[in-house]
């Protein structure tokens, strides 16, 4: 349909002024940002061109920073996944408590994560917290959960999981709901009759797709992780827990180092589009089967 | 279905129950420690209920020490002024896109697909600079400008407009309707359950979101409840769990409660972040 070239123009120029505006330019100015040794506040910049980049891949607390977001992101990707997928077929089993079930195991993904992190501050306080108190119950001693190097990342992680199996979750059950009942009584008339072989020969071949659109929506929040790390850990105890925005946000925003934020800006960048293209080649794979 | 054993039917729902104590312990665990008094949180025993009821006390605190239902009031100023401007700015453009021919369409297309990977921390610093030198930080403003407009917004009510029947426009048009009023008065009607989708990621995406506030607000009475969540954890310097457990109640609630009443809805709009990433 056409409409008149100047109402055409009128509907696209408040999206198309403001997206310029605070979307392209300061991806842009990021890009050329990370070529500069541009500090906040400082009136002179020179351009470094790759300098930035060069002193990245010799920063250790930048490379500390990346492996933790991988093993954060492995993790959590990993054991949502596991365990959303888990409770999605056990849920499907049956009718009863459908509803109440999806509701408990959602409701961590549906409240304010800060608030939720204060409350787990708490839970894993080493002396007055619930968990150490639980763990002595059954004679394990109790941890300095979230201040000692060897296991903040993967406290953090756990409370990664519990706010993330909830979306995964409902994903899985979409998808389950999306399998035709005929495909599985088709299986059963094949003589595939146990839960188990039913599974793996009908279910997870056909969830495949799913599966692979899961994976890359739980590692982009995965790789987005901040909050609990500001709110918790603040990256230590030793750095043990820095990860790619908090490293992002100290450097540019405690240490002003904007030219240098910039350049671990376009690292992290780079890291969501490559996880996106996954996601659409999944997402395309995947109406195929709906 | 029908050859499920009983022992199965009971093992599954012993198997549920058991994780769903997990993942509500938090919830359940600050529900209770906001009734109880200081002296039976730091007890050597733990009771899962308080003895003495310290509710009063608590929430008293919570409310008198940081002003947190100020907090919660900025919260919905900010998020409906997001919305607000989110659906001004993108549903005339999503219905250009989705009905009207224009000269570069294509190419325009691919710029909404290209902002919607752009991961919005991407932007913080070139914004921070921006709100900065326009005189804007620590201002209601810096909250809410930066994401008036959303790629996202555009690209699922075009998703939706397509559906709607070209005839529809037509006789609008034929009644003399201009494009705008085509916009609010036809599409927007038809596209109730997707722009309440939408509504729902917005405000709890924006609601919740805590690295923006934290790097643009600085005065405490600008704070969304995220950030006043913080503000008051460092005034009790982690220690009143009391009170700071009666402040998370009052902070999660608004949030719980419209997922518990919009169930649906709410599992809608939050699952669209799958699609937006």
Same mark, same amino acid.
């Given at each position: 349909m056409r409409a008149h070239p100047l109402s055409t123009v009128s509907l696209l120029a408040p999206a198309g002024l403001l997206a310029t505006l605070l979307l392209f330019i300061p991806v842009l100015a990021v890009f050329l940002m990370s070529l500069t040794d541009w500090q906040f506040g400082a009136t002179t910049l020179n351009w470094v061109g790759l300098q930035n980049y060069a002193e990245l891949w010799s920063d250790a607390v930048f490379r500390k920073s990346v492996a933790n977001t991988l093993v954060y992101l492995v993790l959590v990707t990993g054991g949502s996944i596991t365990l959303g997928l888990s409770l999605a077929l056990l849920i499907e089993s049956?009718? =009863?408590?459908r509803g109440f079930y999806r509701t408990a195991f959602f409701m961590p993904a549906a409240s304010t994560l800060i608030a939720m992190a204060v409350v787990w501050e708490f839970l894993l306080? @080493? =002396?007055?917290g619930l968990v150490n108190h639980l763990l002595q119950q059954v004679g394990v001693a109790p941890q300095n959960w979230l201040n000692d190097r060897h296991l903040a990342l993967y406290s953090l992680a756990a409370i990664g999981i519990w706010q993330m199996s909830g979306l995964a979750l409902v994903f899985f059950l979409a998808g389950l709901q999306g399998i035709p009942r005929d495909v599985r009584d088709a299986a059963e008339l094949d003589g595939i009759e146990r839960p188990f072989d039913r599974f793996r020969f009908v279910t997870w071949p056909l969830l495949g797709p799913t599966t692979l659109f899961v994976i890359t929506v739980c590692a982009i929040r995965a790789l987005q992780v901040f909050d609990t790390v500001h709110v918790l850990t603040k990256g230590g105890p030793?750095?043990?827990?820095? %990860?790619l925005l908090h490293t992002i946000y100290v450097e540019g925003f405690s240490f002003f180092r904007m030219g240098y934020a910039s350049a671990m800006t376009v690292v992290f960048i780079a890291g969501i589009f490559l996880l996106t293209q996954i996601q659409h080649a999944a997402l395309e794979r995947r109406t195929h089967y709906a | 279905m029908k050859r499920l054993s009983p022992s199965f039917r009971i093992l599954r729902h012993v198997v549920l129950m058991a994780v769903a104590l997990v993942f509500l312990m938090p919830f359940i665990w600050m529900v209770l420690t906001s009734l109880k008094p200081a002296d039976e949180i730091f007890g050597s025993e733990i009771h899962l +209920? @308080?003895?003495? +009821?310290a509710a009063v006390e608590n929430y008293t605190l919570a409310l008198t020490k940081v002003p947190l239902l100020r907090y919660l009031w900025n919260g919905v100023l900010v998020c409906a002024g997001i919305l607000v401007l989110q659906i001004l700015v993108a549903l005339p453009a999503a219905y250009a896109f989705a009905k009207l021919s224009f000269r570069g369409k294509p190419w325009a297309w691919r710029l909404v697909m290209l902002a919607l990977m752009? @991961?919005?921390?991407?932007t913080a610093i070139p914004l921070y600079v921006m709100l900065y030198h326009a005189g804007l930080l620590d201002s209601m403003a810096a909250l809410i400008l930066p994401f008036s407009v959303s790629a996202f917004g555009i690209f699922l009510m075009r998703q939706f407009f397509?559906? %709607?029947?070209d005839d529809l426009i037509h006789a609008a048009r034929l009644d003399g309707m201009g494009e705008l009023e085509i916009v609010w008065r036809v599409m927007l009607p038809t596209a109730m359950p997707a722009l309440l989708a939408f509504s729902i990621f917005s405000v709890v995406w924006h609601w919740n979101d805590y690295f923006w506030p934290l790097l643009v607000i600085n005065s405490p009475h600008l704070a969304t409840p995220p950030l006043g969540t913080m503000f008051f954890r460092n005034e009790e310097a982690g220690s009143a769990f009391g009170p700071l457990m009666a402040g998370t109640v009052l902070i999660t609630a608004p949030l719980v409660l419209l997922f518990v009443v919009a169930q649906k809805r709410f599992i809608e709009g939050v699952t669209l972040t799958g699609v937006k990433g």
């Open positions: 049956d009718r =009863s408590g306080h @080493p =002396s007055a030793n750095k043990a827990t820095e %990860v | +209920f @308080p003895t003495r +009821f752009v @991961p919005y921390q991407a397509r559906t %709607v029947p």
